[in-house]
């Protein structure tokens, strides 16, 4: 008589390796590890758009327009006076823009809000950056304007002026410091009709531009 078995159903199963079980500390640690990768490839996508943005910056003016006023009247009874009237105003203001070519535009309107005639010119100094080397100096034309009456309802006086000139290409290419201050400056009773061939306008040019020590128009 045979031995018996068991049914198949019965059988015991044989042993072996238990299948892998993940932990959860090696599912953190692949969360872990997925995001250092993103990190990773966000930061070289951020250092490649850095490295763009500071090929493509240029140094210089590059015709930038850099917006620049500047106070005729140096008088301090003028600007703060003590004697109840209102403060002046007299001012130079410039749209100073240098182009790699050499060509600078700098147009400028001359505002009055003072009763007194004026007369004056502004130079410029521009300078490279960061090392402050002067690369051009410019004095613009002298103009002089009237003060501010009835015919302006005692509003300041405006004139707007052109100022164009060449000089060195440096100036758009590497300007990077520009400064200005009042020369030639006058205030009072202006002989208009030695001025003025017509007698006609509110400012008129009385001398030249003077671009680094020449003489111009």
């Known amino acids: 008589m045979g031995r018996a078995t068991a049914p198949p159903w019965l059988a015991k199963p044989e042993s072996g390796p238990a299948p892998p079980v993940e932990s959860a500390t090696a599912l953190m640690s692949e969360e872990v590890k997925r ?6 490839l966000l930061l070289a996508c951020l250092c490649l758009s850095v490295s763009y943005l500071a090929q493509a910056e240029t140094p210089g003016f590059q015709g930038t327009i850099n917006n620049y006023g500047v106070g005729m009247n140096p008088d301090p009874g003028c600007r703060n006076p003590s004697n109840g009237q209102p403060a ?4 130079f203001r410039f749209r100073f823009q240098a182009f790699n070519d050499g060509t600078v535009q700098a147009p400028f309107t001359i505002t009055n809000d003072s009763l007194n005639d004026f007369c004056g010119a502004v130079v410029f100094v521009v300078k490279d950056h960061p090392n402050g080397r002067i690369l051009g100096t410019f004095q613009s034309p002298r103009y002089c304007i009237k003060g501010k009456g009835a015919d302006t309802n005692y509003h300041e006086r405006r004139a707007e002026e052109v100022w164009t000139f060449k000089t060195d290409p440096a100036v758009g290419q590497q ?3 520009l400064y200005g201050y ?14 003025l061939p017509s007698g006609v306008g509110d400012a008129v040019k009385v001398a030249g531009a003077i671009i680094n020590g020449i003489a111009a128009e």
Do not use: F, T
Not at 88 to 91: E, F, G, I, P, R
Not at 182 to 195: H, R
């Open 182 to 195: 009042p020369v030639d400056y006058e205030q009072g009773s202006i002989n208009w009709d030695g001025l």
């Open 35 to 40: 995001k250092m990768r993103r990190a990773q």
């Open 88 to 91: 002046c105003s007299q001012w």
């Open 175 to 177: 300007g990077g410091d």
